[in-house]
């Protein structure tokens, strides 16, 4: 029974010691050859009493800090740990049990710290169990090998190595110290009713201390603090700022409801975004572009600095935009837009047997397609009624100013047939919240993004750009560099001012990940 219990925990700890996942942009790591159960089983020189006994207040030290993290440091055995250390420091001279205590120790510093450092490397969760699409794109490590093969490093530097390099995450762990700071004294509850700026009331007064906590607010002294005047209503706009509701300085309802999360709550927001960094490429490219879909925005990037903004429409919430990276090959002008089978069936066909005139009125090809050619199918020539005969053929509109996908669209290739493109319906744009699509992403300023893709193609100019957007000619276009593509679900961030900010769920992935952290 010993011996299965001995295999068991071998088992256990071996589990911590490697985390896989598929990345089509980022080379592997070179230490990763070594399956789990063999990189654990790997023999190592034994180290002198002191470099174990270093290593085991250096791995405690660490453990300690996890908080600073976003993990928990209760998760990890530290109490197993100590005892082991406090044995070996204190264990006779005699050499046979100063031996078995120093192996005691080292076994345990290693059970302790490959966990913590797996998190820390690949966050707590894979990102599957969040979303199945969503897949975790940082190049595998195998964490017990790079332990065991650690020489002259401190603990510290080594938990550093594994952390992902982008500024953001680092402007993020800052954020989380600041949070955790405030635990103290905590965030006060507003009432759900405050006046409008200019007013006086008692609820002012805990509306500005409210603000005084998050620092949206300078603390000093103010001859009425009951008073809603100028300083109070700027700092409502900051804050309706960094949480992406519009900037009015009223504290109406919605932005009450934000200031009322708990402190505890937005501490959890945090160290989920940090694991959403774990999962994220190391290397996005020099020149990319970042799609965050609770910002509805497309940043171009170059060197890890922003280069221009375009707004974005994403998928509604039973269409969700999935989350991935690719790399953008195409730009494709004046596009036919071939209906996908759902919208086929669940849309056009209910709406041609209702309206005879709904293919001419929206320029709507019908198509039966064979392995060998494509033939246009007359309408008055299909029985609407026989879902068999329907289930035979295929849609595509034609190029246009009713095009679907506009004028425009750029092509970065994926298992979910999402792209970006360009929309006829340009008010969705005015909406702060702009989740409409049926996965792929509509965008505002089609003709920018076509003039910076193709920047390095000086024959495109703008004039061209537009000639080929309306041509009602179907152009493709291949870019001499792909650009990387990263889709994200970022829902709070650090702005470029140091202010944290913070979005909307979209797709209640952070409700769903909390669950799955707690």
Not at 244 to 267: S, Y
Request: charged share 25%; hydrophobic share 40%.
């Amino acid at each position: 029974m010993r011996s299965v219990l001995v295999v068991l925990i071998g088992v256990v700890v071996v589990s911590f010691g490697v985390y896989r996942y598929r990345d089509s942009t980022s080379p592997a790591p070179p230490a990763t050859t070594a399956t789990p159960a063999r990189a654990s089983a790997t023999t190592t020189a034994v180290p002198t009493d002191e470099r174990a006994i270093g290593r085991a207040d250096q791995a405690l030290v660490a453990l300690k800090g996890a908080a600073d993290h976003g993990l928990n440091p209760a998760k990890y055995p530290t109490r197993r740990l100590e005892t082991a250390l406090e044995r070996a420091e204190t264990s006779p001279r005699t050499a046979s049990d100063r031996a078995q205590a120093i192996a005691n120790l080292e076994a345990q510093t290693k059970r302790a710290i490959v966990p913590f450092a797996h998190d820390v490397a690949a966050g707590r969760r894979s990102p599957t169990t969040v979303e199945l699409t969503w897949k975790n794109r940082r190049p595998a490590i195998n964490i017990a090998q790079s332990w065991d093969q650690m020489a002259n490093s401190s603990v510290q530097q080594w938990i550093d190595g594994l952390e992902p390099p982008h500024p953001e995450y680092r402007a993020l762990l800052d954020a989380l110290r600041k949070l955790r700071q405030q635990q103290s004294g905590g965030w006060p509850n507003v009432p759900m009713r405050v006046p409008k700026p200019g007013s006086s009331d008692p609820a002012v007064q805990q509306l500005r201390e409210r603000l005084i906590a998050s620092g949206d607010l300078a603390s000093g002294h103010t001859e009425n603090p009951a008073k809603y005047d100028a300083a109070l209503t700027n700092a409502v706009k900051r804050f309706q700022e960094r949480h992406a509701l519009p900037a009015t300085g009223i504290a109406n309802e919605e932005t009450l409801a934000e200031m009322n999360v708990p402190l505890a709550d937005r501490i959890r927001q945090v160290e989920m975004n940090l694991d959403r960094w774990r999962w994220t490429p190391n290397d996005l490219g020099a020149r990319h572009l970042l799609i965050n879909i609770p910002a509805f925005q497309l940043t171009a990037r170059e060197n890890g600095k922003p280069v221009r903004a375009i707004r974005v429409v994403v998928g509604k919430t039973e269409h969700e935009t999935p989350i991935f990276s690719s790399e953008m090959d195409t730009v494709v002008f004046s596009p036919y837009w071939n209906l996908p089978e759902s919208i086929a069936e669940d849309e056009t066909g209910p709406a041609i047997r209702s309206d005879p005139g709904y293919l001419a009125r929206n320029q709507i090809e019908v198509l039966r397609r064979t392995k060998t050619r494509t033939t246009i199918v007359k309408p008055e020539d299909v029985n609407w009624y026989d879902p068999v005969e329907i289930q035979q053929l295929s849609f595509r509109q034609r190029p246009g100013a009713k095009n679907a996908l506009g004028q425009v669209k750029f092509l970065f290739p994926n298992a979910f047939d999402v792209y970006l493109h360009d929309t006829p319906a340009d008010s969705l744009f005015d909406r702060s919240g702009r989740a409409f699509s049926h996965g792929c992403v509509r965008v505002a300023e089609p003709e920018a993004l076509a003039a910076y893709v193709l920047r390095d193609r000086p024959e495109w100019t703008a004039d061209r750009i537009s000639s080929a957007m309306n041509a009602g000619v179907e152009k493709y276009v291949k870019l001499d560099e792909k650009i990387p593509v990263h889709i994200a679900y970022f829902t709070a961030s650090v702005a470029d001012d140091g202010s944290l900010t913070f979005l909307p769920d979209v797709y209640g992935y952070d409700a769903r990940q909390a669950r799955l952290t707690r």
